[in-house]
């Protein structure tokens, strides 16, 4: 059971585009929300995070929008890029050392 | 090395042999994870480590699999009499302390194919 629903499962953009990936979670308990990017035949790696109690993160074109009511919360990269062509994963804690992720968007930029 | 390293990058086996996954950590990381990566299934928790001993292993599918630290370092996941299902991509992580939580240094995987 995945306690983190990620959506779409894949998305093609053209290069200066939004790209927007969606999350949903259930467990109140959680207290951080962090986004990995993933290149083909590299390991995951930290790209953005976020706590429940900001309603909104920005790190150059990456963006968090976190609504804690409806226990959502989504990635935006604005003018989406060729060398942004990768697979995103959501996920989140209890604020301790086990992450849940979700089920990844391959993000495919088309220049 | 600078980062997280993994043994071998590519590990294909036969049915029901036994395969060993060597992580080589960050230096001075303590904490250590393991993780699964299935296609389509998101990353997988399987065990934690801190330091030596491993408060979690509540994501191990089966006692076929086990895992093991040393010297607060190197970790070695071992599937006994593998099976088609346990192929995926398996990922080591590693974080400081007093890491901010959810931030893991990962390698870049063992993919295991079991034929």
């Known amino acids: 059971q995945q306690q983190v629903k990620q959506s779409p499962q894949s998305l093609i953009v053209q290069k200066g585009g939004i790209s927007i990936i969606n999350c949903a979670y259930e467990n109140t308990a959680f207290d951080y929300f962090p986004w990995y990017q993933q290149f083909p035949g590299k390991g995951p790696a930290l790209l953005i995070a976020i706590r429940p109690d900001v309603s909104e993160k920005k790190e150059g074109r990456f963006t968090i929008s976190f609504n804690k009511s409806a226990k959502q919360f989504s990635l935006h990269i604005m003018d989406s890029q060729p060398g942004d062509s990768a697979t995103y994963f959501c996920?989140?804690?209890?604020?301790?050392?086990?992450?849940?992720f979700g089920a990844g968007t391959t993000v495919t930029v088309r220049a | 090395g600078a980062g997280v390293s993994q043994s071998p990058s590519n590990k294909v086996t036969e049915k029901g042999k036994d395969v060993e996954l060597r992580c080589d950590p960050i230096s001075g990381h303590t904490a250590l994870y393991w993780y699964r990566q299935s296609l389509g299934q998101g990353l997988e928790f399987l065990i934690y480590f801190q330091g030596n001993s491993a408060p979690d292993k509540s994501g191990l599918p089966s006692d076929r699999f086990s895992a093991e630290r040393t010297g607060g370092s190197v970790s070695t996941l071992t599937i006994q009499r593998t099976q088609q299902e346990d192929s995926a991509v398996y990922l080591c992580a590693s974080s400081p302390l007093r890491a901010v939580p959810g931030r893991l240094f990962f390698g870049q995987g063992t993919r295991l194919t079991v034929v």
């Open positions: 996920a989140a804690t209890p604020d301790d050392y086990k992450l849940s």
